[in-house]
């Protein structure tokens, strides 16, 4: 596999450029399940998402930005799985 820039796409399956690369938009936000929004919560201080969060349009991986790496939470309206959220294994 080419290796990625770090502004690429993290999921290992998806070979979506930083063009593709977006801040979550807080209607997608809502749409996580409240158990799954407080796992990522908990990787914030007083309730305040300090980590960037971001979506790639392309696939709809959800992660967040813990430099020097980035952190999947999930998947979230992807063009294979449909609208519904898929957490991800290390959520
Ligand atoms: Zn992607």
Not at 23 to 40: C, F, G, N, Q, V
Not at 48 to 55: A, E, L
Not at 62 to 87: M, S, T
Request: charged fraction near 25%; include cysteine.
């Amino acid at each position: 596999m080419a290796k990625k820039a770090f502004n690429d796409c993290p999921a290992d399956d998806c070979s979506a450029g930083s063009g593709r690369q977006a801040a979550l938009h807080p209607d997608y936000y809502a749409e996580i399940p409240e158990d799954d929004r407080r796992r990522i919560e908990s990787r914030t201080e007083n309730g305040v998402i300090k980590i960037p969060i971001s979506r790639c349009t392309y696939c709809g991986c959800v992660y967040g930005n813990f430099p020097p790496r980035r952190h999947i939470f999930g998947w979230l309206d992807n063009g294979a799985i449909g609208k519904k959220w898929e957490a991800s294994s290390s959520l």
